[in-house]
């Protein structure tokens, strides 16, 4: 494997494990009052000074060619509209079974990759996704027994179908591979701004943090699952492509469980490690795919078609 690669799979890991941070930093703030709209304006604002110094240490200039505008554009409505789905639905179910949710953009990634744009169907591919998929219906649990509410299901699929196509248009968008990850990074949360400022006039009011912890925790995710998690996020799509980062990013509940069990001291069930366990095994899979393609053909050269 090369260094490359395995730096890809890396960033991958990273990044999942940075935006399992999400829930942990949100709801509080809900709590506090804010609405998700607001949330996510000081998040995405908060992000683009971090990114700003690190373009101005590294010399890299802020100027974007007329042929960048349009792409990053797009890039930074899909990103914020995905953000949006997800940070609402926490208002219409667990946050926990929110993020769980959300993992089935991979399939998504897989699928319009392979019938849009002719990526070869792999066999370790569809082996991994039935095996995550079996890994997160056994993390997806509602706690109390509550049933699951369809339109924040709904807000789910539609945060997963828009972050879908974002990995995509990263992938396969040749003006997007020549723009440095943090200049793409900070057009991309100057144009979620603008979403959310057009969304605060359409009924989503401003609201602000009444405390200083609220201010610590818009902090904290302007940081960790934003500017952190995305990214890594694109570097990894760069180095490995869209469909492996997007089926490591199935390891996001599995550090949230591993999260609420070493800092906040939650019980841990059979069930939740069963499904954590399933998930590791299919991101080794994606990471050791050419070994483990091997051993198909091997198995399928053992078991010749019969010929009727």
Known sequence: MKLSEIKGYLLAALAAAAYGTNPAFAVPLYADGMNPNSVLLFRYVMGLPILALILVVRRTGFRLAKDEVGPTAVLGILMSLSSLGLFESYKYMNSGVASTLLFVYPVMVAVMMIFFFHEKFRMTVALCLLIMAAGLMLLMK??????????????????????????????????????PTTKLLFYVLAWGCLVFLVMIPMGHSLTMPTAASGWLNLTALAVIPTVFSLACTTRAIQLIGSTPTAILGALEPVSAVVLSVAVLGQAITMREIAGGLLIVLATTIVIGDKTVDKLILHVRKMFPRIRH
């Open 142 to 179: 509602p706690s109390g027994g509550e049933t699951l509410s369809a339109f924040g299901c709904l807000l789910v699929m539609l945060s997963a179908l828009t972050y879908a196509l974002y990995i995509v248009f990263v992938n396969v968008s040749k003006t997007i591979k020549e723009i």
